[in-house]
């Protein structure tokens, strides 16, 4: 009979000597971390498509094409990336001047909503159960802020976004999600 894979760590732990764990954990303190998302600002990005695994890919000689109110994310190898290599990073091209409106309105609100740093925390890296927005993907910031605005998302703390979101425009969720994507996700 096999273990069940979701022990599998209790498993190896059990084994280990407290000398063997606190090598295992200064190893591992001492990583750096990596940012897993380049985003770069551009008023035209080369035509994409989507595979049958649902990945976005630039069309090898695509023709250039305005990037509008879009973010396109592509991985920086597309080769590993189709090979499942966990060390492969990806792109975020994202409209020009994008980061700095997505700052404003993290930092101050801009008149429009509720600053992210009153609850994210002044590198948007969490306070308590808030969770750190720094670095994610900015396509992955863009579903969850929509999610709020149509009431996909209900959890309690969700109900507390609700508002914040309410007055934003889609310039301003692609202006958010480019800023917190460039972020970095280090506590501070």
Known sequence: MRADPRH???????????????QAATYFASLKPRY??????????QDSYVNEGRRRYLRPGGAMEPIGSRIIEVPEFPERVTCRDPHSGFIAYVPKGSIEKGKLLATTGGGKTTACIAC??????GLGPVPRIAGHSPTYIVRQLAG????ARNSDLDQLMKGVVANLTQDDIVSLAAYVASVSPEKK
């Open 120 to 125: 994210h925390g002044e590198g948007l890296t």
């Open 8 to 22: 599998r760590m209790s498993d190896i732990a059990k084994g280990m000597t407290e000398e063997i764990a606190q």
């Open 36 to 45: 897993w998302i380049t985003v770069v600002e551009t008023d035209t990005v």
């Open 148 to 151: 709020f605005q149509v009431g």
